[in-house]
């Protein structure tokens, strides 16, 4: 980077923490150090205020859009540790066999783009210079958290995951096997695809026995499963057939990187693919930082 060679190190806290951090930037005279920092995203605009009443410090606010995509393409260049960024999942299905394959994103365009945060936002890509954002959902990792909260008491992101790697959401969900006795053959549905979401919880009985995690699963299960389809059918209307899944949703999220990696072949026939990426959420501030370094060059 600009002829240095090093380490970035990424740092993360929920927003709700964003008090804690200003008082530490002011303790530690941040401010002596630097006056602006570089910022991107919502937060960027929404905490400015405080940011130079508390900490003396003025944001320096740079498009999200922008930056998530200057940082995806940035850090799959350079790699890690002389490894490839960018992987895919093969049989994804099968805990035993399941593994990472290596993927070079050396030419990567077009490709699709699927940031997951609180929402989720799908971008398409043609080259470094020419993109657009294709659509988005408010379902994303937001909603996930907050059923969970919900129906299953948990208070971190970190413990809604460890409830749904536990559950069985087959508990919750009507599958097409309980409407038609097995798989749907006229429209290729096989029997333990989703029929209905929650379905199960029309009755009584099951709503008696399920259990908080089997909730946990089958809400992480819904929303995985509806951003994957939402970005199949941007794949195909868009005429692309690479998926590239990122954002902080997927951090230490393997059963959503499964479900995605799987739903998205199945469903289309072997034609699309989807990729991942390591160091998931942090594409935007990378971004930023390439930003700063690109106006002072």
């Given at each position: ?6 380490n970035l190190h ?169 409407i038609y006795g ?67 949703f997927l951090r ?46």
């Amino acid at each position: 980077m600009r002829g240095r060679k090093g380490n970035l190190h990424f740092i993360r806290f929920p927003t709700h923490d964003l008090p804690v951090f200003l008082q530490m930037a002011q303790q530690k005279h941040f401010s002596s150090l630097h006056t602006s920092l570089c910022a991107t995203g919502g937060g960027a605009y929404k905490f400015e205020g405080d940011f130079m009443t508390v900490s003396g410090l003025e944001l320096w606010k740079l498009d999200e859009i922008d930056c998530l995509i200057k940082g995806v393409l940035f850090i799959d260049s350079v790699g890690f540790n002389g490894q490839s960024q960018c992987f895919s999942l093969e049989n994804p299905k099968d805990p035993e066999r399941c593994q990472k394959i290596p993927y070079n994103l050396e030419n990567p365009y077009p490709l699709l783009l699927v940031n997951i945060g609180s929402g989720v936002s799908i971008l398409a890509v043609y080259s470094k210079d020419n993109y657009k954002r294709v659509t988005g959902t408010s379902l994303g990792g937001g909603t996930f958290f907050g059923l969970c909260c919900l129906l299953t008491g948990c208070s971190t992101f970190e413990e809604a995951l460890e409830m749904a790697s536990l559950g069985d959401s087959t508990n919750v969900d009507k599958l097409v096997r309980d409407i038609y006795g097995g798989d749907y053959e006229r429209f290729g549905l096989p029997g333990y695809a989703v029929a209905s979401s929650f379905g199960n919880m029309m009755s009584k009985e099951k709503r008696d026995s399920v259990s908080k995690e089997d909730l946990a699963r089958a809400t992480l299960v819904t929303i995985t499963n509806n951003i994957g389809s939402i970005a199949r059918m941007c794949a195909v209307n868009e005429n692309i057939n690479r998926v590239v899944f990122v954002g902080n949703f997927l951090r230490i999220n393997t059963i959503s990187t499964k479900l995605l990696a799987y739903a998205l072949e199945y469903w289309s026939k072997g034609q699309l693919k989807a990729f991942f990426l390591e160091h998931e959420g942090y594409f935007g501030a990378v971004g930023a930082l390439l930003e700063l370094l690109t106006t002072i060059t």
